[in-house]
């Protein structure tokens, strides 16, 4: 057991342990894989069921390679049943690197002397939210350090000098925050400010680990982060990002926990976390941690996919961590939101030299710094329909009362339509000749595949609205 339950309470009530490494580890090596049992598992997710852990082991458990293409197989099915072609993109935006943890992976440690520190003023913030604008971006990842500077007001304010700024006809309609666990009280501040979702990645869910790689600061805290995303639901935060970071420990370990971590939100909540993200390790200024538990490609791949099919209806973030090709793999297994265009450098969106990495000013290194008109060039060859779309956290329709692939036809009646007006509002104001005349035969497409209903006209409508100058239109 890992809890203090005197220490660790929501509103008087103390927290049930929910992550227990003992029955992670039985769950692993006490269950048997066989083809046979493969296919039924994914035939059950086929069903849009959640898997349990015992099932989701037996996915893990798999390595013959029939299976593991079955697996990958059943992904993409799911996808192309639950998600239909829609991508989500959005860019990060790191507001400071001061950072008072020592985690040995990140380069903004406090121990990393070589770490230029800067944190964006609000002007600053400004600049950097319009060269976002500039590129087309409407929805964005605000990052911060872990820092006595970085509180709920500081985070709060810097939300709404986002939601301001506006240059010609770009605007950010979505603002999530990737930032330390705060309390109950700090949740409700940043809530105020109008956040979509608040994502905290657990690392590593096995306490040892954990452990050796959060050297000093609160973050060593195993349970004060593993408990905040129930301080943020409990702050009225019903919109939240679970993930671990792979490569820190067993893969197969950190993907059970993160179904078990699913399972706590479904019971505590009635709603699991509305995205999961599954960050590889990349090269930092200073790494310093233990390569043992690197995950290979094939490895990584087949998670993504054992993923999608244990959770079918949470969203999936894929970065630009990864390289292009890994990317383009994994696309296929159910990821619903990639980053474009993507910078983490401190400042970066206004430098000339974008592309340049310096690791002394930026977290990690990144593999895909395709600029956001090239990333959905290329979903659109791959006839992926590439959204910005915002429309749901905006009517409100999130969390417990609202799932929306337990909303028959939901995706069809809103995201696919929505897709294509943000697509057509990013054709008409930032891309290129060529990519708006793909874009506009790919959005043509799928209005043929759809069948007519009055949505078909509706949406024609709403079409030849923003091809005359009106924005902002949604279902
Ligand atoms: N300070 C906040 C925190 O620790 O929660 C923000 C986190 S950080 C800016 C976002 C995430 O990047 C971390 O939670 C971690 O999973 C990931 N990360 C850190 N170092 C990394 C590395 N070397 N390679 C890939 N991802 C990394
Ligand atoms: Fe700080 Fe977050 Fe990096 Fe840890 S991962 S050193 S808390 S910025």
């Known amino acids: 057991m890992i809890y203090s339950p005197e220490k660790y309470k929501i509103a008087d009530v103390p927290m049930q342990p929910f992550i227990d490494s003992e029955e992670i580890w039985d769950f692993i090596n006490k269950t048997e894989s066989t083809p046979e049992k493969v296919d039924e598992v994914i035939a059950k997710s086929l069903a849009k069921n959640r898997l349990s852990l015992a099932e989701t082991a037996i996915l893990i458990n798999a390595t013959d390679s029939a299976s593991i293409q079955k697996i990958k197989e059943g992904a993409r099915t799911l996808k192309k049943q639950v998600y239909g072609e829609r991508i989500v993109l959005f860019a990060p935006l790191y507001i400071g690197n001061l950072c008072t943890n020592n985690c040995t992976y990140c380069g903004f440690r406090t121990d990393n002397k070589k770490q230029k520190r800067t944190t964006l003023d609000f002007p600053e913030i400004v600049s950097q939210v319009e060269s976002l604008q500039d590129n087309g971006h409407k929805r964005l990842i605000l990052v911060y ?252 329709r999130t969390g417990e009362h609202f799932m929306e692939f337990s909303v028959p036809g939901f995706i069809k009646r809103f995201c696919g339509p929505n897709a294509m007006l943000t697509m057509a509002e990013y054709l008409e104001d930032y891309a290129t000749p060529e990519l708006k005349q793909k874009g506009y035969e790919l959005i043509d497409r799928k209005i043929v595949e759809m069948a007519k209903t009055e949505k078909t006209t509706a949406l024609l409508g709403k079409l030849e609205k923003i091809k005359n100058g009106e924005r902002d239109l949604y279902f």
């Open 145 to 396: 350090g872990e820092h006595p500077r970085y509180n709920p007001e500081f985070i709060a304010e810097t939300v709404k000098t986002v939601y301001k700024v506006k240059k010609g006809r770009g605007e950010i309609r979505r603002v999530n925050i990737n930032a330390a666990p705060l309390s109950i009280e700090g949740f409700r501040t940043v809530k105020e400010s109008g956040i979509g979702t608040y994502q905290i990645f657990q690392e590593t869910y096995h306490q040892e680990t954990y452990k050796k790689v959060h050297l000093s600061g609160q973050k060593a805290d195993f349970n004060n982060r593993l408990t905040a995303l129930d301080r943020a639901q409990e702050a009225g935060i019903d919109d939240v990002g679970i993930g671990a970071l792979f490569g820190l420990y067993d893969w197969r370990y950190e993907v059970l926990a993160l179904v078990r971590h699913v399972n706590h939100f479904e019971a505590a909540y009635r709603v699991g976390p509305h995205t999961i993200s599954f960050p590889r390790i990349q090269n930092a200024s200073e790494l310093a941690i233990d390569k043992n538990h690197i995950v290979a490609d094939e490895d990584f791949t087949k998670l993504v996919a054992i993923l999608r099919l244990a959770v079918p209806y949470t969203g999936m973030i894929l970065t630009a961590r990864e390289p292009e090709r890994i990317r383009k793999e994994v696309l296929e297994f159910g990821v619903s939101q990639i980053d474009g265009g993507t910078n983490i450098q401190m400042g970066g969106y206004s430098k000339e030299n974008a592309n340049d990495q310096d690791l002394d000013m930026e977290q990690f290194e990144i593999s895909d710094t395709r600029s956001l008109g090239e990333v959905i060039e290329e979903l659109v060859e791959h006839d992926y329909l590439p959204s910005f779309c915002t429309a749901c956290y905006r009517l409100g």
